[in-house]
């Protein structure tokens, strides 16, 4: 096989796909010792955990050469630096390739094997390999963990950071491959490409990819690649990219190990050794790296002693990056580091993808954190999301679940404009095992919930509702304080129904409100299907056979007023109904009680914005914020954005109550009769009313209604506390 560019190969030799070295392919070559012997042993070693990515559509044969030209080309222009104006042509001079550094397209071919990188401890132990025979020009590769990714999987190009062998995607490649097709950057240790030749080798694919998909394509930077990815979106400004970056490295010069670099070029070798050494302790939290292979759904007892295990074996391998990389390599790479920098910020306002910036709190290599807030000033389109205690080394450590926050950052999508129906993903198994075992848990414990059903003939019985098969579900319900109850729900409905409701929530969870947002709260809203409401939305998702779950009642309903409890605030008239008939969704009609008791009021709304000074501060706060809902009659249209003034109350009970199912399958016929669509309006808010009657009036019942007799029941007893008739 050949890499692409390369001379074509007599029959008698082979191209190594690892390390470009041709070796003898001749019957004679059995048992041959030597050279060639260890050469074999280490690539087919570290070939087996790779698979290939064709770079060139028209590659006819695997043994075929395919040549690939590439012409640099240079912008007219000129740009503000620290020193004043520098025309682009100059500064792109100043790091162009020199002949010796000529990239080709490469291509590996597949490689059969079911050896995977699993944790950094494997990680590190294969990095000796890759290094001792890696040579050969820059590479894409793709892991086996990546392949079968969906057909319609936009493109995801990892660029990697210092490293640069593209294996730190490790943790990831999983779950990223059920959203994306990945391909990794591989940057050979004894390359010498220039910055701007790195460039022009992924803009290559950018260009390429760009002229057959629909879809964006997305660049997920580590440090280095982070400034790569910048640069790469400020020269193609027209491209659909989206920007995934990891610390990004356009802060180099402030970098707290500037007074250590210059050591480099004087230190002896004894000194150097050591160097290196102590650099890696400041890429990231060891305890954190070795939790990243460790099952976090497993009981502490059980987490303890695989942690220690895991930190056993990592600890030894931390030095092994920083032993086997030679002084001029390591030289180099922090060249192209602070050439990248400065490249990127002298065209950085040229950026306008979108992007999702990872920052890590404790970051010791550079100021992260302090960049981030310079590039979202510098970038409106960007989103963050802070590790507090994370180091460098983001993507190596537990607790960072990538394919879940681009999903939950609303930043997945096939097309040129995101649409959060179309472009759901379900979560995954492992996305829903963690917010069960976490937050719905730890709620599930204080409240206790009872979920009920209304039946046939009448009667209540304990469960979720029969549902129909094949046919959209609408849920509507009253709406409690804050929607507490909300995950709740969700969970029991997974849980036991296989079914995902897909909430109809205030656009208010897709607005960042801190500057340095971190992971979780709307997140995991997004995460699991929740969409801004709105009537094309509940239309989307009943055309698409989903279940919709939606609070009529909206802000208003949900930040009562004192006296309010469990009082239906709903418009006199809500087309909700006539989406249902033109779907032939069933309509689930349900009352939720306890929510409403969480807090007690101090101030309401009303009485808050009648205060002087600080009524002209929360109105300004809450216009801020974007408004749900555009048209309506009656109280509910008067929503405000203003949290009542209150104070946690002792945590009560939380009960269910689903109707009987109104199924609205064969009614297109009255779907203009306002008459029949006001009656069956009127009848879904009597059942919530009804229901939330009945639930009021039993809980007064129920023994262990109260927070104290409920949970010593459940901590002796090892299981829920019964209910009033149940």
């Known amino acids: 096989m050949t890499l692409t560019g390369s001379a074509p190969l007599s029959s008698s030799s082979l191209a190594c796909g690892i390390c470009s070295k041709t070796s003898d392919a001749s019957p004679n070559r059995v048992g041959k010792t030597g050279v060639n012997s260890r050469h074999d042993t280490v690539c087919t070693r570290v070939s087996k955990l790779t698979t290939s990515v064709v770079t060139k559509p028209n590659l006819q044969s695997s043994f075929e050469p395919v040549t690939a030209k590439r012409t640099p080309k240079f912008v007219s222009s000129a740009v503000a630096t620290e020193s004043g104006l520098l025309d682009v042509e100059t500064l792109d001079a100043k790091f162009q390739r020199t002949p010796k550094e000529v990239a080709p397209a490469s291509t590996y071919l597949d490689q059969a094997s079911e050896t995977k990188l699993v944790s950094v401890q494997d990680y590190m132990e294969q990095v000796p390999d890759y290094l ?19 057909k319609d999987a936009p493109l995801l190009l990892f660029i990697p950071g210092m490293d640069s062998m593209g294996l730190g995607l490790l943790l990831h490649q999983r779950k990223l491959a059920r959203l994306f097709e990945v391909r990794c950057l591989h940057i050979p240790l004894h390359d010498r490409t220039s910055f701007v030749g790195l460039l022009e080798f992924v803009e290559a694919v950018l260009k390429e990819e760009s002229l057959k998909r ?55 070798p004894e000194v150097f050794r050591l160097l290196p050494f102590a650099l890696s302790f400041t ?52 060249k192209l580091i602070s050439d990248g920098a400065k490249y990127t910020n002298s065209r950085i306002r040229a950026v306008k993808a979108e992007i999702l910036l990872l920052v890590s709190g404790k970051d010791q290599m550079i100021p992260s954190a302090d960049e981030a807030k310079r590039l979202k000033k510098l970038l409106p389109r960007t989103r963050i999301r802070l590790f507090k205690e994370s180091g460098h080394t983001l993507l190596l450590e537990e607790g960072v679940e990538l394919a879940s926050l681009v999903k939950a950052t609303n930043l997945l999508r096939h097309s040129k404009k995101f649409d959060p129906v179309l472009d759901f993903r379900p979560p995954f198994p492992d996305e ?9 848990r730890t709620i599930r414990q204080i409240f206790s919930p009872i979920f009920l059903s209304a039946t046939e003939n009448g009667n209540v019985c304990k469960g979720l509702p029969k549902l129909p098969e094949g046919r959209p579900l609408l849920f509507v319900g009253n709406h409690t304080f804050i929607g507490f109850d909300l995950g709740i729900m969700v969970d029991e409905f997974l849980k036991e129904k296989g079914i995902l409701l897909r909430g109809l929530a205030h656009p208010v969870l897709s607005v960042d409100s801190q500057e340095l947002p971190e992971p979780g709260g709307n997140d995991l809203f997004r995460l699991f299907g929740t969409v801004p409401v709105n009537g094309r939305n509940l239309y989307k998702l009943l055309s698409r056979g989903e279940a919709a779950l939606l609070y009529p009642g909206g802000v208003r309903e949900a930040l009562k007023r004192k006296g309010e409890q469990y009082k239906l605030i709903w418009s ?17 009609p349900f009352a939720a009680v306890g929510g409403d008791d969480i807090m007690e009021v101090v101030l309401d709304q009303d009485e808050l914005l009648r205060l002087p000074f600080v009524a002209d501060y929360l109105r300004n706060w809450a216009n801020e914020i974007p408004d749900a809902r555009t048209s309506g009659t009656g109280e509910v249209v008067n929503e405000s954005f203003v949290f009542p003034l209150a104070y946690p109350k002792v945590p009560p009970r939380m009960y269910f109550k689903f109707q009987q199912p109104i199924s609205t399958e064969g009614m297109e016929g ?11 309006y009127f009848k879904v808010r009597n059942d919530v009313e009804c229901g939330l009657q009945y639930l009021l009036e039993k809980r007064s019942q129920d023994p262990y209604k109260e927070f104290t007799s409920r949970v010593l029941y459940e901590v002796t007893n090892d299981s829920q506390a019964p209910t009033f008739d149940y």
């Not at 829903?432 to 719905?440: L, M, Y």
């Not at 008239?573 to 689930?588: D, L, P």
């Open 132 to 150: 001792k025979c890696d040579n050969g020009p820059p590479r894409w590769f793709c892991s086996l963990d990546a392949k079968g990714y969906p």
């Open 214 to 268: 629909s879809a964006p394509i997305y660049l997920l930077g580590e440090s280095f690649g982070g400034t790569m990815c910048l640069a790469l979106a400020a020269r193609n400004p027209k491209l659909d990219l989206v920007l995934l970056l990891v610390n990004p490295a356009t802060c180099f010069e402030k970098s707290p190990l500037q007074p250590v670099l210059p050591l480099l070029q004087v230190a002896s």
């Open 283 to 334: 890429m990231g939290d060891p305890i954190k790296m070795a939790s990243a292979s460790v099952d976090t759904s497993l009981p502490a007892w059980e987490r303890l002693p695989k942690l220690a295990d895991a930190l056993t074996s990592l600890l030894p391998t931390l030095p092994t990056l920083a032993e086997l990389m030679p002084k001029e390599a390591l030289a180099w790479k922090l």
């Open 432 to 440: 829903i095992a963690t917010a069960r075992n976490s937050s719905v």
């Open 572 to 588: 006199e008239r809500a087309e909700f109904v006539r989406t249902a008939i033109r779907h032939g969704a069933t309509i689930v």
């Open 670 to 680: 009255v779907i203009n009769d306002r008459k029949t669509i006001d009656d069956l």
